[in-house]
Structure formats: C-alpha cells, structure tokens
C-alpha cells in the first residue's frame, strides 16, 4: 500500500463496521496517513475494529507527536480497540494508550 491509498482507506474506514483487525504493517505509508485513518476511526461511532497494527512503515522510524496524539484520541474513546500495534516514541502519550488499551481490555 502507498501514501495514496491511505487516505483512501481512511475514507472508506469512517462508514465501516465490520473489520475487526486492520494490519497494514510493513507498507509504504507515512505519519499523515496514519493519522488521518486514527481519525477517521475516531469519527466513525459504529467502528467495530479490535485491532489495529501497522509498524514497519519504510522509511518512517518515528510517526512524530501528531500522529501518536491522534492514536491516544482513538484509542480513549473507542474502547473497543484492545490492540494497537506500533512503537510510541512520546512517553507521556505511550502511557496514555497504554492505559486506553489496558481499560478496554477489561
């Protein structure tokens, strides 16, 4: 998947309601893509998604301060979402979603 598609999937993930695990890991996405489908997931009330892992972006070592605090957004108020797979870099915002994912785990 490329930078493109991204937006595309965040588009189509704001109306969605039945994936459970997205995992687009080792893709060809940036922070900005990231983040616009964390908030399109945020957005969207009826999301039924679990799971959500995509590390290993080429290129991308660090998604940067505003990718990972629209990842905390989403996983506080969707507490569905028991697994979130990527390295956090901020620590204040790496406890946020550690304590997110840890209440909607229980």
């Given at each position: 998947m490329m930078k493109p598609q991204a937006h595309e999937l965040a588009e189509a993930l704001t109306v969605n309601a039945t994936v459970r695990i997205l995992n687009i890991e080792s893709n060809n996405l940036d922070p900005s893509g990231i983040k616009r489908i964390a908030e399109a997931l945020q957005a969207n009330r009826n999301s039924a998604l679990e799971q959500f892992r995509f590390s290993n972006q080429r290129g991308v070592h660090d998604f940067g301060r505003p990718c990972e605090q629209a990842l905390a957004a989403l996983v506080e108020?969707?507490?569905?979402?028991?697994?979130?797979?990527f390295t956090c870099s901020d620590n204040h915002l790496r406890m946020t979603i550690d304590k997110a994912v840890l209440r909607n785990n229980d």
């Amino acid at each position: 998947m490329m930078k493109p598609q991204a937006h595309e999937l965040a588009e189509a993930l704001t109306v969605n309601a039945t994936v459970r695990i997205l995992n687009i890991e080792s893709n060809n996405l940036d922070p900005s893509g990231i983040k616009r489908i964390a908030e399109a997931l945020q957005a969207n009330r009826n999301s039924a998604l679990e799971q959500f892992r995509f590390s290993n972006q080429r290129g991308v070592h660090d998604f940067g301060r505003p990718c990972e605090q629209a990842l905390a957004a989403l996983v506080e108020k969707n507490t569905q979402l028991v697994k979130l797979g990527f390295t956090c870099s901020d620590n204040h915002l790496r406890m946020t979603i550690d304590k997110a994912v840890l209440r909607n785990n229980d």
